[in-house]
Every structure is written in structure tokens, then in C-alpha cells.
T-cell receptor, first 114, second 112 residues
């Protein structure tokens, strides 16, 4: 069975400082991994995806994530937080063993302080 | 106009009532999905459809049913609503892999 654990339910950062959102996954086979963002009263938007190509993946809005198989992690980072980054972020895993169905983490809510 | 439109956006209903949530998309995608979101649990798949004639149960389909009226329309019904179905419901579409999905803005359903 596949699973995702987002290690922090809430993260608070100051504007202009780095953001780190931690995600660990479990999957039987080589997984596909995604990060989605959900702004208040909005649907989810795909930030970036890893599908067995380069392990460092760049996404929209300056975010990037690194796939580390040995650590079963897919942490999301951004060098400098902006007020507009305040949102909830979901790490998602998908694997062929599960018919490519998605398993979502519980989410990390990011607060950006001015 | 949004690529994926859900109606209604908010709904309060009573226990035992039947309710339908509607989703329409302009992406031209064959694949459509219904998820529910509960705090701390992320999103969980209720039903999905790969085309008009193909409908499949997800991980939490009990108490729900769906109808794929056309490529662009996929509705979710609660036959007899109960309070633990209070949640935020999302419709999504994808062209291929379900991870490359476009989501609607959600329907907040409260069952009292």
C-alpha cells in the first residue's frame, strides 16, 4: 500500500525567508510524486511533479522539490517566501501498484508573516 | 470562465435528504474524479470515470453515487445524507495521469 506523511501540519515563516515543507512517502514501486497548492476558497493547483526523470524538480512560483529515494522523501522548498505563498500544500504519491490512484498527505498550512 | 465548474459552491442540507453536486468541465478531458477533503486527511477519492461508459468506485464510495451524463459533466449524489458526509467536495479532470489534474473550486457541504 502507498502512503504519504507530511511531517508538519503548520509552518510559519517570515516574508523573504526560506520555506521547507517536508514529505515522506511509501510506495511499492517507483512512484510518481506531486505537490499541489490550495489557496483559500480555491481548488487545488499543481505546483510540480516527479515522474522518474531528474530528481530535482522545478515548479511554478519559484518552488522546487528533490526526490530522494534512499530517504523516501520529496521535500518542497522555496528560497524566499512571498505573502502570496500563504496556502495549504499537499504532497501526493501515485504508483502503478495502486492503479495510478492518488494518495494525498494530510496537508501543511503555510503562514507567511510580514 | 473556470475550466472546472462546480455547483453549488455551498450547501446546507438535512439528514436523510438526497442531494446532487454537479461538475462540468471545458478542458475536453475524458477522465473525471470526485474527491472529498476533510481536515488533516487530505483528499480521498470517491468515484472516478475514464469515459462516459466507464465509472469506478474509489476508496470511500459508500453512501455516494455518480452519473456521467456527458464527457463534460459528472455529478455526485448523496442518496440519504448523513452528518459525517459534511466535507469539502472537489471535482477534478485529467487528460492522462490522475496526478496531472485540474480541480474545481469545491463545494462545501454541511449536513445537519
Amino acid at each position: 500500500a502507498q502512503s504519504v506523511t507530511q511531517l508538519d501540519s503548520h509552518v510559519s515563516v517570515s516574508e523573504g525567508t526560506p520555506v521547507l515543507l517536508r514529505c515522506n512517502y511509501s510506495s511499492s514501486y517507483s512512484p510518481s510524486l506531486f505537490w499541489y497548492v490550495q489557496h483559500p476558497n480555491k481548488g487545488l493547483q499543481l505546483l510540480l511533479k516527479y515522474t522518474s526523470a531528474a530528481t530535482l524538480v522545478k515548479g511554478i512560483n519559484g518552488f522546487e522539490a528533490e526526490f530522494k529515494k534512499s530517504e523516501t522523501s520529496f521535500h518542497l522548498t522555496k528560497p524566499s517566501a512571498h505573502m502570496s505563498d500563504a496556502a495549504e500544500y499537499f504532497c501526493v504519491v501515485s504508483g502503478q501498484a495502486a492503479g495510478n490512484k492518488l494518495t494525498f498527505g494530510g496537508g501543511t498550512r503555510v503562514l507567511v508573516k510580514p | 470562465d473556470a475550466d472546472v465548474t462546480q455547483t453549488p459552491r455551498n450547501r446546507i442540507t438535512k439528514t436523510g435528504k438526497r442531494i446532487m453536486l454537479e461538475c462540468s468541465q471545458t478542458k475536453g478531458h475524458d477522465r473525471m474524479y470526485w474527491y472529498r477533503q476533510d481536515p488533516g486527511l487530505g483528499l480521498r477519492l470517491i468515484y472516478y470515470s475514464f469515459d462516459v461508459k466507464d465509472i469506478n468506485k474509489g476508496e470511500i464510495s459508500d453512501g455516494y453515487s455518480v452519473s456521467r451524463q456527458a464527457q463534460a459533466k459528472f455529478s455526485l449524489s448523496l442518496e440519504s445524507a448523513i452528518p459525517n458526509q459534511t466535507a469539502l467536495y472537489f471535482c477534478a479532470t485529467s487528460d492522462s495521469h490522475p496526478g496531472l489534474a485540474f480541480f474545481g473550486q469545491g463545494t462545501r457541504l454541511t449536513v445537519v
